[in-house]
């Protein structure tokens, strides 16, 4: 199975679990901060075990550039942990994702994703 993290809208966690022929979604009302607490739910409502997480798919380029930035920090710690590969998509595609799979797959291990962010921070 593999992992779709998509934080492109404001306070909504959205998370697929899925592979070549089944998406399971999981949406969630909350903050950045408890993205890793939903995965948490999302993987232990499916009975699913991290171990077997074949992949990560990230939305990047939309949305607030701390959403992206704590998307990708998630991502590439799973990838790093797991040895599996990472493929960054824009949110056009997160509606695709299991024709996306051979291009994730085609990811050389232990690379990283970097974030593109859709704005300059705002810090101030």
């Known amino acids: 199975m593999y992992l779709l993290i998509d934080l ?20 969630h009302d ?20 991290k ?8 939305v990047i380029g939309t949305g607030s550039f701390t959403n992206t930035r704590i998307s990708v920090v998630v991502a590439n710690s799973f990838a790093f942990l797991l040895g599996i590969p990472l493929l960054a998509i824009g949110v056009d595609q997160a509606s695709v994702i299991q ?17 593109t962010y859709s704005a300059p921070p705002n810090i101030g």
């Open 99 to 115: 024709k996306l799979i051979p291009n994730l797959l085609a990811q050389p291990k232990g690379q990283y994703i970097s974030a």
């Open 51 to 58: 171990k077997d997480l074949r992949g990560i798919m990230v």
């Open 30 to 49: 909350g903050r950045n901060r408890e993205l890793l607490s939903s995965i948490d739910a999302f993987f232990k409502s499916l009975k699913f075990d």
């Open 8 to 27: 492109s809208i404001k306070d909504k966690i959205h998370l697929s679990l899925f592979d070549e022929s089944d998406v399971n979604n999981f949406e």
